[in-house]
């Protein structure tokens, strides 16, 4: 059975290649476009094996996104996986404290991505 | 994979280029508000857009300068720097520089490297120095630790979770799970001392802890990895076992997955060391370098070349630079509002229904039917009408891309200059073909550049003559019938009309006995040539005239026009059409033969009285239009047909003008107006001479539209025997 993975990202060309990758690893992909637009989208939807959040966002940043996501019963247990950078040592703290489950440093290739997402993903 | 990215590189590139806009506007406005804290996010998030997935795609040259960037830009964000003035240049100075890297992506092309690392350093030379200190040491940490590992090592292991593992989607069996993947876990022993009662016990926490000894081929940072996501939260401790003896404990640091930095590891060019370590001053290298000869110069001063062979080379350099980008970046692509998109869908969808009408109506038709039939056709009509509308809206783009690089041009122009200057935008939205769009930068940037320099006054002499010291220069585009109107407005010293007459008699372009209007003097400055400054400056007044101006202008098939008032300012309104596929045009009869004529280049027509031709010997036929001797082209001769008329006297004259030269061509009736669709001819055929296109007519036929340009070079080509 092929496992959903919700990806949020304002930058269309960052959330393709996400989505691409996961969809090439045999992944079915949620879009969205920032925070709110995810909660849009799995309000009341299916269940997500996994998340993977930018978090500079308009609208909703991936902090909040992590927080409200965490609220709900389906995602309690959800990895989800922030997208960062080297430079933002205080925004991974925040992400913890939310809730994320672990995060990749940007820029990254598609097999880190892979193998992070493998790393904390149930089988 | 790598083809599947491929196809997002193209989306990559225009999204940088948005990103691009987003960071130098930001920039701009930012000088004018360094407080703001929302502009600054604003461009820290575009810089960091870019930087992202810049390195996605591989891109590191790009992705390492955005990060030195966005590492100033993130201090200021975070109020550990101010914005001031030399940083702001700074920050924009490197928007351009990542302009090129990124250009230099997509062509695969070369960039200046020089340019690259002083900014670079200059950057981190503005960033706090800390941050540099702590990325050597970082990277010392990281290569010492990769070099102490050999073969197989056993690792003992002793990990106590945070309680509220579980709440952050963390899983320890993914822990052992990837461990054992890497090597072999051994003597596991888990330590359930805090377990509660079960009542007392909250599921969702975990209480437990584990010791275990783990043997892998591994590096110690693929162990440290496994840890990566709880390391910080957790008691663990990984400790390495050689020869029963445990080497140093290794807490809590982590292995940066920073890439390496391309500053430290490549040397630095001598200007900057000496200049690092105090010996020169940045004052004395810079004068230094500006010293520096090219090859070429000292090639001529030793008298090995001519400059003539110098110049020839660099001309030859310079065409083999632009092919090879031509060649490398020639894909366009358009990005379209889905919005417009789903309109055409809709459109075509009618267009279908319409048309299994027709043909149902077909199938059985009777006379009766007649009215139905009617009405189906004039739906078609309307149909056809509007997709073509929606389709040529596609190729719309806001005119506002084009003028976006002018807040900076003025910015700078006016600091070189010494003149206050405010640009105001109007009517950014006003949508514009986007190949028109892409050939009006040049042209505009030439006629802003104008204003700046000429057309404005220098502070103190607008004060003088009783006007604010903040000169303005207003950019509008606007709709007007079936073309847009561009116009460059400033509030300078306007068109002097006695400098501009005497330099154009002391030039020999008009004779001193002419009276001319307004309107005749003013169009004499997009002569070749022509330039009323005194002196040259660095911003304009070098060669490249108004002149070119006016071609490319009317090489896209506009025109333009010159409003002035002395003391008051000076308007220059360009008049485009809205895209270059069509074209307003007059169709004209040769015999049995259709030809259109662009309107735009047509003067007037005429019908020559029988004594007006005259052949000049080595200029062919001339025709004398209100003593004004112009080439004349006999249009069947052209073409080789059979005319209706030979005789001019009872044919009928069209002078056409282009680029200021004209020429009367000699058809036998005009028929009408129309708008055409152009189809290229060297696509379909090959090239003809005097032939631009061709399209199709009402009736079906295909018509050929001249090309004036063409037919004037003819002219002067093709001397023909006296007739």
Known sequence: ?123 | MSNDFAQFQETFFEEAGDHLAVVEEGLLALEQHPEDLDLLNKIFRSAHSIKGTSGMFGFNAVAQFTHKMETLLDLLRNGQKVVTPHIADLLLKSTDCLKLLIDAAKTGSAVDDKTVHRLTSELAAASDTKVKAEAKVEKENRSSSSTALASTATFLIAWTPPEWLFQRGLDPLQIFKELADLGTVSQVTVDTTKLPELAAMDPEKCYLSWTMKFETAKDRQVVDAVFEFVREDSVLSITEEVKGKELGVRGEERPSPLTPDGLEGEPKPLGEILVETGVVSRETLDHALAQQKRVGEILIEQHAVTPQQIEQALQKQKQQGSTAQSKKSETTSIRVDTDKIDKLINLVGELVITQSMLSELGVRFEMSQMPVLLERMAQLEHNTREIQERVMGIRMLPIGTAFSRFPRLVRDLSAKAGKKIQLVLSGEETELDKTVIESIGDPLTHLVRNSADHGLEAPEERLDNNKPELGTIRLNAFHAGGSICVTVEDDGRGLDRDKILAKAIKQGLVSEHEKLSDDQIWPLIFKPGFSTAEKVTDVSGRGVGMDVVKRNIEGLGGAITIKTALGKGTIFTLKLPLTLAIIEGMTVRVGKETYIVPLLSILESIQPKAGAMKTVVGRGELIDVRNTYLPMMRLYDVFSLQPEFTDPAKAILLILETEGEQVAVMVDEILGQQQVVIKSMEQNFRKVDGIAGATILGDGTVGFILDVRGLIEMSRRIVPVAA
């Open chain 1, 1 to 123: 059975m092929s496992k959903t993975a919700l990806v949020v990202d304002d930058s269309p060309t960052m959330r393709q290649m996400v989505a691409l990758t996961l969809t090439n690893a045999g992944f079915k992909v949620v879009e969205a476009q920032h925070g709110k637009d995810a909660v849009a989208k799995v309000a009341g939807g299916p269940k997500m094996d996994i998340v993977v959040t930018d978090l500079n966002m308009p609208e909703m940043d991936g902090i909040s996104l992590i927080k409200e996501l965490r609220k709900m019963a389906s995602f309690k247990f959800t990895p989800i996986l922030m997208l960062t950078t080297e430079s933002a040592a205080d925004k991974k703290q925040a992400g913890k404290e939310a809730g994320a489950t672990g995060w990749i440093v940007k820029p990254f290739n598609p097999e880190l991505l892979l193998n992070v997402i493998a790393k904390v993903l149930p089988a």
